[in-house]
Nanobody, 115 residues
């Protein structure tokens, strides 16, 4: 069982940047996909960005060109660099790792974009 712990959330003004981190309790080298999801109040949880163990990435259309996902297998950490933040990016952001027969979720970190 791999535990995931997110950090880096907070309050930021529109146009600002944040970097989220997802630290894993064990090696993520063999985890097929690592990704970030978000859930705003009264909305369904949605995929924001994902990266396979081979380095392929996938982004939601709403964040393309603004967010970047990366993973450091040596540090067992996944990052989400978020630039040009908008109020509509406000949500709880969750880290997820998954494969064919398993999945792991973090507890989430709040990101609030407001002036």
């Amino acid at each position: 069982q791999v535990q995931l712990v997110e950090s880096g959330g907070g309050l930021v003004q529109p146009g600002g940047s944040l970097r989220l981190s997802c630290a894993a309790s064990a090696s993520i080298f063999s985890v097929s996909v690592m990704g970030w999801y978000r859930q705003a109040p009264e909305n369904e949880r949605e995929l924001v960005a994902a990266m396979t163990s081979g380095g392929s990435t996938n982004y939601a259309d709403s964040v393309k060109g603004r967010f970047t996902i990366s993973r450091d297998n040596a540090k067992n950490t996944v990052y989400l660099q978020m630039n040009s933040l908008k109020p509509e990016d406000t949500a709880v952001y969750y880290c997820r790792g998954w494969g064919k027969t398993y999945e792991y979720w973090g507890q989430g970190t709040q990101v609030t974009v407001s002036s």
